[in-house]
Each structure stands twice: as structure tokens, then as C-alpha cells.
């Protein structure tokens, strides 16, 4: 993406293991990686036949609070424009939350390695998976090359109290197992806009200790694989085709300026998984992707074989923020 469209965001660990995660940590990110972050997160299913498009209308929704809400500044820095700011309590807390997925996700991908993150009601409304009543429990979950982690994510359309690191330290692991595995890391992550200096920053925790009651998470991972990729294939069925790139199956959501994408392999095998395939699926997306990301000079090529291709440069270079 061109270096205008990169953002830049200070980062700040605390309690991870040690040498894990640096101390003056920043995180770089770019609208593609937003769009991709907040689809990826959502927490509508992909299945057409009991669901429709209800992934799509979820993803519009959300990637829309981008060009609308969010600029970038001559350094970099993510900033919310001057009608952002005028939002109303509930609607703040709504692009917060947003927020707070995305950045939440790009996290666990550039941090911790997490290529398919994935909300944990997508799951379970997916396959009909009841998990425990609990209003502690962590949004997000998904495979890292160390292990499983699990993620609950939170916005602060301000800045963040001055208690929620220390809230966030005390509180226990929600999710005990994952599919009988303990997870690696179980993080709270914080995007939030100083006061003093209205750009977006993250705080991120681990809580090394389970709660009083932790969710078990009976997962298997073939399931897990076709809940994640359903929504890119409903949202490509639902744009305008694009042949641009032979190795792509992609499309145009037009009024959004988005460009949605997945590599042909993947999209063939999910769809049988989709059609009653499904045993297998997992290792069959694994063993694809082992032969490397395919580059595309138009738009993001994601490790999960996802491709995101967003045109917001004049959206987001506004000067409509300025205090």
C-alpha cells in the first residue's frame, strides 16, 4: 500500500513473557489491514442458507466507520474526524468497539502470529455451540504457531482509565481449554485516544490466571476453518467480479471502494467443505498455504490467502480532525 495510507500507532505490553513483546512497541497498519481486521472479527456467520448475507451487511457496516470516521495525520498517527466526535454516546461506543476489534486483531497477526483470528460467536452460531452464561467471556480466538490465543477486545472513544491496566492484569483467563489445550495467551487489548493527544494507542495485557469460571471451548478444527473463510465468500458472491489477478477469486463492493479477494485454491476447497466436504478441510487450507503468500501490487495479500484492496487515501487525509 502506498505510505500514505500506513498508520502508526505506539503500543504498550504489559505482563506478556518476557522478550515476547518490546517495551516501545508500535504497531504499523494500513486501511487494508483495518478492512480485513474488522471482517475477519465480525461475529455474524458466513452461511448463506440459514444466515444470507447477514457476514455482508455486518462487514459494510463496519468497514464503512472507516472512510467516515477514522483520518491519518502528516505523521501517521489515527485520529477520529471532527463528526466522529459528535457522535452521540451510543454511536461512539459503537465505532470504539469497531475499533477495538480491528486493532485488536492486526495485534495477534503482527505480534503474535494469529493468521485466523476469529470471534467466538461466529463459531458458535455457525455450528449451534452453546458455550457457558458468562459476561466475561473473550471475543476473540484463534491458532498461533505456538499455540491458541484467546483475546478479549475493548475501545475507549477517550482516553482509558487510569485503573484498566490494573483491571485488566487482574482479571482471570475466561477461556480455560481449546478443544482440551490450555490456551498460549489469553490478552485484553485496549484501543484508546489520549486526551492529550487525541491519537489512537494500544494497551495490551496477558492475565497469566483463570477466572472462577472458564469457559472449555470443544472446537474442531475443520469447522473452525470453514466458519472463518465463509464470510470472504459471501462477500465476494455479493460485489461486482474482478478478474485483475488470475490466482484470485475476487470482487468490487463499489460504494465502499473495497476490493475483496481469496486465492482460487482456497476458495475451491472451502466451497466443497461449504457443499458437505468438510473432513479435511483444515490441514487442506494449511498445507496450501505453507506454499507462500501470493503478492498483488493492487492490494494486501494477507497470510490466511485473503486479499483486501481498499481506496480511501482522499477519505482519510481530511483535515476535518483538527482541534
Wanted: neutral net charge; contains cysteine; glycine residues 8%.
Amino acid at each position: 500500500m502506498p505510505h500514505r495510507n500506513r498508520f502508526t500507532a505506539a503500543c504498550r505490553p504489559i505482563a506478556f513473557p518476557a522478550g515476547l513483546i518490546s517495551p516501545n512497541a508500535v504497531l504499523e497498519f494500513t486501511t487494508d489491514d483495518l478492512a480485513h481486521a474488522l471482517f475477519a472479527t465480525g461475529r455474524a456467520p458466513g452461511d448463506e442458507v440459514r444466515h444470507g448475507w447477514a457476514s455482508v451487511w455486518e462487514f459494510v457496516h463496519r468497514t464503512s466507520l472507516i472512510p467516515a470516521y477514522v483520518r491519518r495525520t502528516r505523521g501517521g498517527a489515527l485520529v477520529k474526524s471532527a463528526l466522529a466526535r459528535e457522535l452521540d454516546r451510543s454511536e461512539k461506543g459503537t465505532l470504539s468497539y469497531s475499533l477495538g476489534q480491528a486493532l485488536t486483531g492486526i495485534f495477534c497477526e503482527r505480534k503474535l502470529g494469529v493468521t485466523h483470528l476469529l470471534h467466538i460467536d461466529r463459531y458458535g452460531s455457525r455450528w449451534g455451540v452453546v458455550f457457558a452464561a458468562t459476561k466475561k467471556r473473550a471475543d476473540l480466538f484463534g491458532l498461533s504457531p505456538t499455540g491458541w490465543v484467546v483475546a478479549e477486545a475493548k475501545g475507549r472513544s477517550n482516553g482509558m482509565e487510569p485503573a484498566l491496566p490494573n483491571t485488566l492484569v487482574a482479571q482471570k483467563r475466561s477461556v480455560k481449554s481449546i478443544s482440551g489445550k490450555r490456551p498460549w495467551l489469553a490478552l485484553g487489548c485496549v484501543a484508546a485516544f489520549p486526551p492529550h493527544r487525541h491519537e489512537l494507542s494500544i494497551t495490551a495485557v496477558d492475565p497469566d490466571e483463570e477466572g472462577p469460571e472458564p469457559v472449555d471451548v470443544d472446537l474442531d478444527l475443520d469447522r473452525y476453518m470453514l466458519a472463518y473463510y465463509e464470510p470472504f465468500l459471501a462477500a465476494i458472491a455479493a460485489g461486482t467480479p474482478q478478474v485483475r489477478d488470475q490466482r484470485y477469486l475476487t470482487s468490487r463492493l463499489g460504494l465502499l471502494d473495497l476490493r475483496v479477494g481469496l486465492r482460487k485454491d482456497i476458495a475451491a476447497r472451502v466451497q466443497q467443505a461449504s457443499q458437505g466436504q468438510l473432513s479435511g478441510l483444515y490441514d487442506s487450507v494449511v498445507e496450501l498455504l505453507d506454499s507462500g503468500v501470493e503478492l498483488d501490487e493492487a492490494a494486501t495479500a494477507f497470510p490466511d490467502g485473503t486479499l483486501v484492496g481498499s481506496d480511501w487515501t482522499d477519505a482519510i487525509s481530511l483535515n476535518d480532525w483538527r482541534f
